[in-house]
């Protein structure tokens, strides 16, 4: 899974957050029932309605998730739409495939999936997956341990860390500010209120905050568009006063191999 040439997540997540000078990250949960009233009568409106988003807010962001639940649920057509929209992405933005997979025995085949088939560059696992599921040659890519509650981050910080002692690019991804350790990344999923970036300001900085409904449905109305790209600017502006882009790393550069 080793791919020549190309930077892995965390040098492509530097090189995106340079030249765009943000944190912000976008994640797609693409719902065909919280759409926009003018994208209703569009034929298999979820791949047209993301571009139409992305198109808004790109200046703003330096990453993308795409949750894959939201895409499983429009069934074939819902799958080509997510090949379709991860095709379209910036080839300068780092993507991070949100699954959170939970079955060791087929780890190996999601993994493959995710890098080789679908070009993601990083993703999540469940807190319970074990670092010895993960396959050794997954160094492209970043493996992120997602936790919601206190005792899963405990046990998913357990398993980032045996998979970086195993020289994988391992982290942890949580859904709501949780107590960080110093040793590990980590990507913030999820997020929905503006004040959860002053908690977040307390401890060591997460690498992307992932910012999905609050601009996909800034507007449901005509104005979605335009409605997605203020919002994405608000977001954007209030990363930058208390996650900027240059707040230091605990671990420095140490940390940018895993």
Not at 67 to 73: D, T, V, W, Y
Not at 82 to 96: A, G, V
Not at 154 to 161: N, T, V, Y
Not at 187 to 215: H, K, N, T, W, Y
């Amino acid at each position: 899974m080793t791919i020549p040439g190309r930077p892995d997540f965390w040098g492509k997540l530097r090189n995106a957050q340079r030249q765009r000078r943000t944190r912000l990250g976008l994640a797609l949960a693409v719902w065909r029932d919280r759409m926009p009233a003018p994208m209703l009568p569009v034929d298999d409106p979820v791949f047209p309605f993301a571009r139409a988003i992305l198109e808004e807010v790109e200046p703003w962001i330096c990453a993308c998730a795409v949750p894959l639940i939201p895409f499983l649920a429009e069934g074939a057509a819902g799958m080509v739409a997510m090949e379709r929209l991860i095709r379209y992405l910036p080839d300068d933005l780092p993507i991070l495939l949100d699954a959170r997979w939970r079955d060791p025995a087929s780890a190996g085949a999601y993994l493959r999936a995710a890098f080789e088939v679908w070009g993601a560059d990083a993703l999540t696992v469940a807190p319970e997956l074990p670092a010895e599921a993960v396959p050794q040659g997954a160094a492209n890519g970043a493996i992120f341990w997602w936790a919601r509650e206190a005792p899963e981050a405990e046990i998913a910080g357990r398993h980032a860390r045996a998979a970086r002692a195993r020289g994988l690019l391992a982290g942890l991804a949580y859904s709501t500010p949780l107590s960080v350790p110093e040793d590990l990344r980590w990507v913030a999923l999820e997020v929905q209120d503006p004040a959860d970036l002053s908690r977040m300001a307390g401890g060591p900085p997460p690498a992307v905050v992932f910012v999905g409904e609050p601009i996909l449905y800034a507007s449901r109305r005509m104005d979605f568009r335009e409605a997605a790209r203020r919002a994405a600017e608000r977001w954007a502006q209030q990363l930058a006063a208390w996650l900027p882009v240059d707040a230091p790393d605990p671990q420095g550069e140490r940390r940018a191999s895993g």
